[in-house]
């Protein structure tokens, strides 16, 4: 077991958000919506508690989908070959980062419904 510094620990984690951006197709995709719906917030002049609930969402879903890249990492490197369990690790964390995403997705509905509405000159 490696030790070192807090920075170097850092730079680790660093390293592990690279790669998962850097192979994982899903994480292109929450990183791209991630940055058009801060780019939304930051036009519309989003309160708060409008922010803290999109970030939350984000965060969510990031890091889920981080934790399913490295099961996945390890579910290949312990099990190459096919097996059951193998299946139901992957599929397990596959189903957490799908059930994050609906969150997020309601989520955001919610935040942003009002705000554009307004914007529309739709308030009613
Ligand atoms: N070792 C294995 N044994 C049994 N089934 C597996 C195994 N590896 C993968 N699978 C099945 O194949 C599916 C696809 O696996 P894969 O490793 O390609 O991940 P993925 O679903 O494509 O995820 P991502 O797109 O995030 O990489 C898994 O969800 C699982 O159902």
Redesign the pocket.
Known sequence: MRSGSLLASFGYALQGIKYALRT???MKIHAAAAVVVVAAALWLHLSWLRWIVLLLAITLVIALELL??AL?AV??LA??????L??AA??TA?GAVLLAAVFAVLAGIIVFYRPVMDLLGWSG
């Open positions: 994982q197709r899903n399913n890249t996945e579910v290949d099990s190459p070959e096919l097996h059951p193998a299946k992957k599929d596959a």
